[in-house]
C-alpha cells in the first residue's frame, strides 16, 4: 500500500503538476498528495455514480446556500483509510502529513450552524450509503478572514481558489441557462415567460467521501458566466468595460457569501443568487429525471428535494414553472407532485432572519413566478377558508405579507410547497408550532416535524481528536467507529480511574497543543493546567457573549478584592465573526479585546484569569479548540437558538456544558443527566412570561451587587481609558431594554460558573462526568439525523 501510493505520489509529481522531487515545493507535494489520493476516490465514485443509475434508486438532492466545509485532505484520507500509508510515503520523502494539511484553505462556504450542517449531512448521507447530491454555490470569495486590528474586527477577502482546487471537477456539458426579469407570453396551449436576461449556470463537482469508503457523492456547485461573455462590436467601438458588462453581472452572482447568519439581507442580488442556484438545481434534477425515468409524474418515487432554510424556497416556484409551462402539466397534477418531492427545514424563529421580498423586487425580476406564487397562494387561501380559520389566520398563512409595503413571505411559500417542515431540535419545534407557524400548523397539523440536529464524528472526533479517539478503542473496542451510539459502552467504566487519567492526559495534551498555537495567533501565554473556558460560535447578541463578558469582569473584580481565595485558574477562549453590518456585534469582540488587555497584564490577578480573543474562528480552529476545551459555554436566551451544533461537538469532545435550556442543549441534558451538565437561566416558558409582565433590567441590576459593578465598570470606561464612552449604549441597551435578558439570567448565571469551580476542584468527580458525556452523545451523530430523514421524510431507507 505504502509502495502504491509512494509510487503514485512521484508520478503526480512529476507528470500532473510537472515537477521532479528536487523541484518540488511543499505545496506541490500537498497538491500531488491531493490528487494521488482523489485517484483512488474518483473509482470508487463512478463505482457509486453507476450503481445508483443501475438500480434506478431514489435520490436525495440537498439544495443549500451554504456549505462549510473547512479542509479535505485529512477528511477524505481518513475515510478512505489511507491516513497512515500516506504519512509514511510522504514521511519518505521528508514531508510530514501535518504540516502539508496545514496547506490546504477553509473552504468557508458557509456563514455559520446551518452551513456546517450541510457539510456535516453530506458527510453521513455518503457514510448511510444513500444516494445524494448537494447543491449550492460555488462563491469565489466565502466567508470573510477576520483580522483583528486594535481590537476591533476587519473584513477581508478570503482567496480559497488562488492556489487552484484539486478537489473539484468542471462539468462543460451540465450547463443550463438561468433568466431574469422580461415578460409572460400567452401562447395558445399556455404560458411562456421570455426573460430580458439569462446567464449559464456550469456545475463544478466535488466528491464527498463517506466513512470507510462505503459510497463517494456529489457535491455540485454552480458557477455563473455570460452566455457572450464579450460583445465585439461594443469593444471595437472602444467601449471596453460596456463591452463586458454581461460577465461582469455573471460574476457577480457567485462573487461572494453574504455575510449575515440572522439579518435577510434584503438586496436584490441575494435573490438572484438564490433564483440562480435553485433553478440550475430544479433544472439538473428533472433533466436527469426525464432522461433516466421517461415520465416527469413519478419526480417524487426518484427524487427527495430538501430545503436547507428558505434560502431555496423559490425552488418550489421553479419546480411549479417547469412542470406547468414545459411539461405542460395541469396546476393541480403539478402541484401535487412538487409537494410530494420538497421538503422544509427551518433553522431559526428570529423574526429579523425570516425571508420575505418586496413584492415589486419579486414581480421585476421574476414574473413568471409571482405568477405562480400567486397561484399557490389563492389555492392556500381557499384551503384555509374551507377550513373554517378567520381572517386573522388567513393574513398569516398567506404568502403575500399585505402589512404596509406588500412582500413575498419564503417561510410560507416553503410550507405550502413542502410535504415535511422539520425543525432542529425539539424545543425548537414545539415553538414553531406555537408562534411562527401557528396557523400553517393548524391548517396542516400533520406536516411540522422534529429532526434534531446532529455532527458527524469522523471529523468531530476521529479526525480532530485522535488521543481521545485511540483511548476510547482501548477502552471499548473499535464499534463507535461505525456507529457512534456505541460509545455509550463507556458509561459502566466511567467511575474507572485508570480510564479516567488517560482521558485527562489526552485533553491536557490538547490544551498544550492548543495554548501554543493560541500563543502564535495571539502572543497570549496560557496556563495548560488552567480551566479552559471555551465560547465560539458567530458574534451574536442573542447567544449572549456579552452575559460571559460580564461575568468574567465581575470574577477578575472579584479575585482582585481577595485575593486570598484560592481560585480555580481559569483561561476565558472566546472566538467568532460579526456580520459586517451588526453594529454592537463588532462592538463586543472590541469589548473582549479591551477586556482582555486589562485583566492580562494584571498582576494582581496573578495568572489566574486569562481572556483570549480567537482572531479568524473557522472550522480548522473549531478543530483544535473544542478538543482542548474543558467548559463548553452554550449560553444563549432560552427559546432563541434553534438547536446548536457546537454544543454537541464539545459534549463528544470531553467538555462539559455549561448552558441554558435551549435548543439541543436540552436534549443533551436528558442524555447525560442533570449531574454532568451545568444548567442555569430563565427556561423559554419563564422568558416569555416576564416579557409579558414588563421586564424592568435596571431593577434587576440594581438589585445584584456583581452584576452593577461590572456593567457599571465597563459603561464608564475601566476598560476602554481612551475612549470612556466606548460602551456607554451597549451598557445602556442593558439598563433599558435588554432584549436578550443578560440582567434577568446573571445571577444564576454567576452560582452556576462558581459551582463549575467547585466541580473541577474535585478532579476525579470532573473526569467520570466527562466520561458520562462522551458515552451518552454519540446519538448527536449526524448519523442518527440522516437516518430520521431518511425513513420518516425521504422514504430512502
Ligand atoms: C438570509 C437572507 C439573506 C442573507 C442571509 C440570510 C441568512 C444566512 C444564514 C440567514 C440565516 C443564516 C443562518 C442561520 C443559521 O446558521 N442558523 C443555525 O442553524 C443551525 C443548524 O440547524 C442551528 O444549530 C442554530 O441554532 C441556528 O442558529
Same mark, same amino acid.
Given at each position: 500500500?505504502? /509502495?502504491?501510493?509512494? %509510487? *503514485?505520489?512521484? =508520478? ?5 503538476? $510537472?515537477?521532479?522531487?528536487? @523541484? !518540488? ?72 502529513? /501535518?504540516?502539508?494539511? %496545514? *496547506?490546504?484553505? =477553509? ?5 455559520? $450552524?446551518?452551513?456546517?450542517? @450541510? !457539510?456535516?449531512?453530506?458527510e453521513s448521507l455518503a457514510s448511510l450509503d444513500i444516494p445524494a447530491y448537494g447543491y449550492g454555490i ?58 430580458? %436576461? ?553 452560582a452556576a460558573q462558581r459551582s463549575v469551580d467547585q466541580r473541577w476542584e474535585d478532579q476525579a468527580g ?32
Open positions: 500500500m505504502v /509502495a502504491d501510493i509512494d %509510487e *503514485l505520489l512521484i =508520478d503526480v509529481l512529476r507528470h500532473r503538476i $510537472g515537477k521532479d522531487e528536487r @523541484a !518540488a515545493k511543499p505545496h506541490d507535494w500537498f497538491t500531488a498528495a491531493a490528487l494521488t489520493l482523489r485517484d483512488r476516490i474518483i473509482d470508487r465514485w463512478m463505482e457509486a455514480t453507476r450503481r445508483t443509475y443501475a438500480e434506478r434508486e431514489k435520490r436525495v438532492y440537498y439544495l443549500s446556500l451554504e456549505f462549510l466545509i473547512g479542509r479535505l485532505m485529512r477528511d477524505a484520507l481518513s475515510n478512505m483509510e489511507l491516513t497512515g500509508a500516506m504519512e509514511e510515503a510522504l514521511r519518505n520523502h521528508g514531508f510530514d502529513l /501535518a504540516t502539508l494539511e %496545514e *496547506l490546504e484553505p =477553509d473552504a468557508a462556504l458557509g456563514n455559520g $450552524g446551518l452551513g456546517r450542517l @450541510a !457539510a456535516c449531512f453530506m460555488r462563491y469565489v470569495n466565502g466567508m470573510f478572514r477576520q483580522r483583528i486590528k486594535d481590537g476591533w474586527q476587519l473584513e477581508l477577502p478570503e482567496t480559497w481558489l488562488a492556489h487552484g482546487n484539486p478537489w473539484e471537477f468542471e462539468r462543460r456539458e451540465s450547463a443550463y441557462r438561468v433568466g431574469f426579469g422580461g415578460e409572460v407570453v400567452g401562447l395558445n396551449d399556455g404560458v411562456e415567460w421570455r426573460p430580458a %436576461e439569462e446567464v449559464e449556470a456550469t456545475a463544478i463537482d466535488t466528491p464527498v467521501v463517506g466513512w470507510r469508503g462505503k459510497r463517494v457523492n456529489t457535491l455540485r456547485l454552480w458557477t455563473a458566466s455570460a452566455l457572450d461573455p464579450i460583445s465585439l462590436d461594443v469593444f471595437n467601438a472602444g467601449h471596453h468595460a460596456e463591452a463586458m458588462a454581461n460577465q461582469v453581472r455573471a460574476d457577480s452572482l457567485v462573487r461572494v457569501l453574504y455575510p449575515a447568519d440572522s439579518n435577510a439581507a434584503g438586496q436584490e442580488l441575494r435573490l438572484r443568487q438564490e433564483f440562480f442556484f435553485s433553478s440550475a438545481s430544479i433544472q439538473d434534477i428533472v433533466r436527469r429525471h426525464v432522461q433516466y425515468e421517461g415520465d416527469i409524474r413519478t419526480l417524487p418515487d426518484k427524487a427527495a428535494i430538501q430545503l436547507n432554510d428558505t434560502h431555496p424556497s423559490v425552488a418550489v416556484a421553479e419546480l411549479m414553472r417547469l412542470l406547468l409551462d414545459v411539461h405542460g402539466l395541469e396546476f393541480d397534477e403539478a402541484w401535487d407532485i412538487t409537494r410530494r418531492t420538497v421538503a422544509y427545514t427551518n433553522h431559526t424563529l428570529l423574526p429579523e432572519a425570516l425571508e420575505s421580498w418586496p413584492l415589486p423586487l419579486f414581480e421585476r425580476l421574476l414574473p413568471r413566478h409571482m405568477q405562480i406564487v400567486y397561484a399557490i397562494n389563492s389555492r392556500v387561501l381557499r384551503e384555509a377558508h374551507k377550513a373554517g380559520l378567520d381572517d386573522g389566520a388567513i393574513s398569516a398563512i398567506s404568502l403575500i405579507d399585505e402589512g404596509g409595503e406588500r412582500r413575498v413571505r419564503m417561510a410560507n411559500l416553503a410550507f405550502a410547497g413542502a410535504h415535511s417542515v422539520n425543525g432542529v431540535a425539539a424545543l425548537h419545534t414545539e415553538l414553531m408550532k406555537e408562534t411562527v407557524f401557528a396557523d400553517l400548523h393548524r391548517l396542516y397539523p400533520d406536516r411540522i416535524n422534529n429532526k434534531t440536529n446532529g455532527v458527524t464524528p469522523r471529523r468531530w472526533l476521529q479526525q480532530c481528536n485522535p488521543g481521545l479517539t485511540s483511548v476510547i478503542r482501548d477502552a471499548i473496542g473499535d464499534a463507535f467507529l461505525d456507529d457512534a451510539e456505541k460509545l455509550v459502552e463507556l458509561d459502566k467504566l466511567a467511575s474507572d480511574p485508570a480510564l479516567g487519567e488517560r482521558v485527562a492526559e489526552v485533553k491536557r495534551a490538547n490544551k498544550v497543543a492548543l495554548a501554543a498555537h493560541l500563543k502564535e495567533l495571539t502572543g497570549v501565554r496560557l496556563n495548560p493546567d488552567a480551566l479552559f473556558d471555551v465560547q465560539v460560535k458567530r458574534i451574536h447578541e442573542y447567544k449572549r457573549q456579552l452575559l460571559n463578558l460580564v461575568e468574567t469582569v465581575g470574577l477578575y473584580d472579584q479575585i482582585r478584592s481577595h485575593p486570598e481565595r484560592d481560585w480555580v485558574p481559569r483561561v476565558k477562549i472566546i472566538g467568532g465573526k460579526a456580520a459586517s453590518s451588526y453594529h454592537n456585534a463588532k462592538l463586543i469582540i472590541k469589548l473582549t479585546n479591551d477586556i482582555a488587555r486589562r485583566v492580562n497584564s494584571d498582576p494582581s490577578v496573578g495568572g489566574l484569569l486569562k481572556v483570549v480573543f480567537v482572531p479568524n474562528y473557522n472550522v480548522s480552529l473549531a478543530e483544535r479548540i473544542i478538543p482542548a476545551a474543558d467548559l463548553s459555554e452554550q449560553i444563549s436566551t432560552a427559546g432563541m437558538e434553534a438547536s446548536g451544533t457546537g454544543n454537541m461537538k464539545f459534549a463528544l469532545n470531553g467538555a462539559l456544558t455549561i448552558g441554558t435550556l435551549d435548543g439541543a442543549n436540552i436534549e443533551i441534558k436528558d442524555r447525560v443527566g442533570d449531574d454532568n451538565i451545568v444548567i442555569f437561566g430563565l427556561t423559554a416558558e419563564e422568558v416569555a412570561e416576564r416579557r409579558a409582565d414588563g421586564y424592568k433590567p435596571r431593577e434587576v441590576i440594581e438589585n445584584s451587587r456583581e452584576l452593577q459593578q461590572a456593567v457599571s465598570a465597563i459603561a464608564t470606561g475601566v476598560f476602554s481609558p481612551d475612549d470612556p464612552n466606548r460602551y456607554a449604549d451597549l451598557m445602556g441597551g442593558l439598563y433599558d431594554h435588554d432584549w436578550f435578558m443578560v440582567a434577568a439570567d446573571f445571577d444564576s448565571y454567576a470532573w473526569r467520570k462526568s466527562v466520561i458520562h458525556n462522551i458515552a451518552n452523545v454519540g446519538w448527536f451523530s449526524s448519523d442518527r439525523t440522516i437516518s430520521e430523514y431518511a425513513r420518516d421524510i425521504w422514504k430512502v431507507l
